[in-house]
């Protein structure tokens, strides 16, 4: 018993020893680890344009473009029309050559007026019942010529020539840089003058 005894005082002694009797080792504590930087990401640089250091451009200058000409009307109105109520002419009846040269010498001043761009000459040569009715619609027609710098090409396709009403008819050719058309005109001879009374296209 006493045996059993000392054993289990002798265990426990040990057991005390050897959980108390040794220091525990030291280890040097080891250097805090230091993270490692990252290096920031470098931004790049851009330019942010200012109030006072806009972005210069090169801003197209204005150009006036000068419209191309457009198709000239050709004669003195656009449309054909009926010529007037013959007013009385001369009961005299004068040379028909010499009547047919003078008419023809009207035609060629008459166009020429045009070419010169006077319209008021242009005018001058139209009966005054007539000319009332065409005198917005002739100067219109110069109006563009002039514009344009047109010239008129006329000839003559059938001579005057007289027609019931003791008028003299004829039909011209007139070309322009766009076209080219038939121009019916009428004559009427009203004390001792000749007047024209009718200048529109003929229809072909």
Known sequence: ????????????????????????????????????????????????????????????????????????????????????????????????????????????????????YDADLALSMLEEGYRSLEDELVRNDIGRLKLFRVKLEVTEESPPTPNADGEYETLIRMKTPVDSRQVRMVFRKIEGQWWIVYSNPAEE
Not at 13 to 30: D, H, K, N
Not at 35 to 57: H, I
Not at 70 to 95: H, I, K, Q, R, Y
């Open 1 to 116: 018993m006493k045996h059993k005894l000392m054993l289990l005082g002798l265990g426990a002694a040990l057991f005390l020893l050897t959980a108390c009797g040794s220091e525990p080792s030291r280890t040097t504590p080891s250097s805090p680890t230091v993270p490692a930087v990252q290096p920031s990401p470098t931004v790049a640089a851009t330019f942010q344009p200012t109030a006072t250091t806009a972005p210069a451009t090169d801003a197209p200058t204005a150009v006036r473009v000068r419209p191309e000409p457009t198709a000239v009307p050709a004669s003195p109105t656009t449309a054909p029309t009926d010529p007037p109520t013959p007013l009385p002419t001369d009961s005299t009846e004068g040379d028909p050559e010499e009547e047919v040269a003078e008419i023809r010498r009207m035609i060629e001043a008459y166009w020429q007026a045009f070419n010169d």
